[in-house]
């Protein structure tokens, strides 16, 4: 398997990695889930001239949005791993923020949220899984460049 192949494959695991945490934190808190992703691909439809985009296509554009968002990023960390060491640990953590403004600027630009109101838990319930996200991802790969 080539850099790209170790990349995406480490990126998924990552990906479902940050699911599971989101699911089991929603599980455990009885939290419900959140209606911004749905509401981005709203906004995003809207700017793109698409006005019959009903609430459940909204939802599974938005639940896609997330696994491009977390494989995109996923992929392109891994081709730079592929070329500049970089430690598991700094590159996990760099992979947390990278995927945390690809989800969470663009539903800013649209005026979906203002983090300066969001409460602690609500920080909480973005960062850990997005810290899951990003240490599997670099962990996955790291495995995965061993394997070579």
Known sequence: ?????KSIAAATMGTVALNLT???DMLVRGRAPSS????LAGKMAEKAGLTTLDDNRKS???ALLGYADGI???AAYGLLRSV???PWLFG???LAAAAMVASDVPAVRFGLTDPKTWSTASWISDIVPHAVYGLTTALALESLLADA
């Open 60 to 62: 599974a554009v938005g």
């Open 92 to 94: 996990g953590l760099a």
């Open 22 to 24: 989101t699911y089991g």
């Open 72 to 74: 995109g990023v996923g």
């Open 36 to 39: 911004l992703p749905s509401d």
């Open 84 to 86: 500049v060491p970089i």
């Open 1 to 5: 398997m080539n850099a790209l192949g």
